[in-house]
C-alpha cells in the first residue's frame, strides 16, 4: 500500500515557476514508477509526466516538454515536478500517481492516486 501526499499548488502569474511536491508513505516507495497528471474543470485527467522507479527514465506530454521537470528522492520517498514558464492552460488540479514496474501514460493503469493539489495561473 502506498499513500501520497501532493503540496505546493497555488496561484501564478503567467511565465512564472511552481515545484510540486509528493510525498509518499510505505517501504518500497523506490519500486514504484510514479507520476503527475492534471485535471481542469470540465476535462478527462491527462497525462504530464512520469518518472521511473530509478528516476533513471522519464516522460512527458507535449504540451509541457521542455517547461516541466520531473524528478525523485527516493531516500526522502517524495516526487517533484518543476513547472517553469506556466501558461494560463496550465491551471488544473494536479495529482501524483503510482504503479508497479515501469511508468506508462495511461491514468487508469497506476494503483495509487493523492488527492490533488491546485494549480492557477493567472494571464
Known amino acids: 500500500q502506498v499513500q501520497l501526499v501532493e503540496s505546493g499548488g497555488g496561484l501564478v502569474q503567467a511565465g512564472g515557476s511552481l515545484r510540486l511536491s509528493c510525498a509518499a508513505s510505505?517501504?518500497?516507495?523506490?519500486?514504484?514508477?510514479m507520476g503527475w497528471f492534471r485535471q481542469a474543470p470540465g476535462k478527462e485527467r491527462e497525462f504530464v509526466a512520469a518518472?521511473?522507479?530509478?528516476?533513471?527514465?522519464?516522460g512527458y506530454a507535449d504540451s509541457v516538454r521542455g517547461r516541466f521537470t520531473i524528478s525523485r528522492d527516493n531516500a526522502k520517498n517524495t516526487v517533484y515536478l518543476q513547472m517553469n514558464s506556466l501558461k494560463s492552460e496550465d491551471t488544473a488540479v494536479y495529482f501524483c500517481?503510482?504503479?508497479?514496474?515501469?511508468?506508462?501514460?495511461?491514468?487508469?493503469?497506476?494503483?495509487?492516486w493523492g488527492q490533488g493539489t491546485q494549480v492557477t495561473v493567472s494571464s
Open positions: 500517481a503510482a504503479r508497479p514496474r515501469d511508468w506508462v501514460t495511461t491514468t487508469r493503469l497506476y494503483d495509487y
Open positions: 510505505g517501504r518500497t516507495f523506490s519500486s514504484y514508477a
Open positions: 518518472i521511473s522507479w530509478s528516476g533513471g527514465t522519464t
